[in-house]
């Protein structure tokens, strides 16, 4: 049983590297690295609070790759890497089409995610009980951002927190779990995300 990345379209790489090459001097060379472009979805507030027994799937949607890139230090850079808006492209294929490289992220907090990343990869990959494909998962309104294993066999999808935090995950808890069944993390952000709802913004 292991992580299974899904492929990256030749076009996402080279929107990534066109990006890296016209972006702003950042003091270091960095290299993409493939192994850890991911797709990204993100789930928005209302659909989640209103989620009641659906599949996670019927209610997110891809918005990106997220493309990283690394220099000799360590140092990494997260690209985003969408779609060109009303271009042309194959039904039901978002990201065949054209893309290009929208924004580009770096610091301490994108060296502690992946570092947390890789720390997933190399410990706990091999001892996964079913094949997954990782995936990053964002609900933008909550500030969360995750990895998602789903789960390629039809069995139980697996989240990986990153930078994220939940009050319902760590009430009663000493520490937070480093991995939870998709169920228990959709039930606390669930709540989060109901009483972020009732909030006067979004009145």
Same mark, same amino acid.
């Given at each position: ?16 590297? &066109? ?5 702003? +001097? ?26 009641? *027994?659906?599949?996670? +799937?019927?209610?997110? %949607? &891809?918005?990106?790759? &997220? ?6 230090? *360590? ?18 294929? #978002?990201?065949? *089409? ?19 990343? $890789? ?13 997954? @494909?990782?995936?990053? #998962?964002?609900?933008?309104?909550? #500030? ?5 294993? %789903? ?13 994220? $935090? ?6 009663? %808890?000493? %520490? ?18 109901? @009483?972020?709802? $009732? ?5």
């Amino acid at each position: 049983m292991a992580l299974s990345p899904r492929p990256v379209g030749s076009n996402i790489t080279r929107a990534f590297s &066109q990006g890296l090459n016209e972006a702003p +001097d950042l003091g270091s060379e960095f290299e993409p690295n493939d192994s850890y472009h991911l797709p990204a979805y993100t789930l928005s507030l209302k659909n989640l609070a209103n989620l009641n *027994g659906q599949n996670i +799937d019927d209610v997110v %949607k &891809q918005a990106a790759w &997220q493309c990283v890139a690394e220099s000799e230090n *360590g140092d990494v850079v997260i690209g985003e890497v969408t779609t060109v808006h009303k271009a042309p492209r194959p039904a039901k294929q #978002l990201f065949d *089409g054209p893309v290009r490289m929208t924004s580009l992220s770096h610091g301490d907090v994108i060296n502690s995610v992946y570092k947390r990343t $890789k720390v997933l990869h190399s410990q706990h990959a091999s001892g996964l009980q079913d094949d997954y @494909e990782p995936r990053m #998962l964002r609900i933008p309104g909550l #500030l969360v951002t995750t990895i998602w294993l %789903k789960s390629k066999t039809g069995g139980k999808d697996l989240v990986v927190p990153l930078h994220t $935090k939940l009050p319902a995950l760590t009430k009663e %808890k000493e %520490k937070e779990k480093e991995v939870y069944a998709m169920d228990e993390f959709l039930t606390a952000a669930r709540e989060a995300a109901q @009483e972020r709802l $009732k909030s006067e913004i979004y009145d």
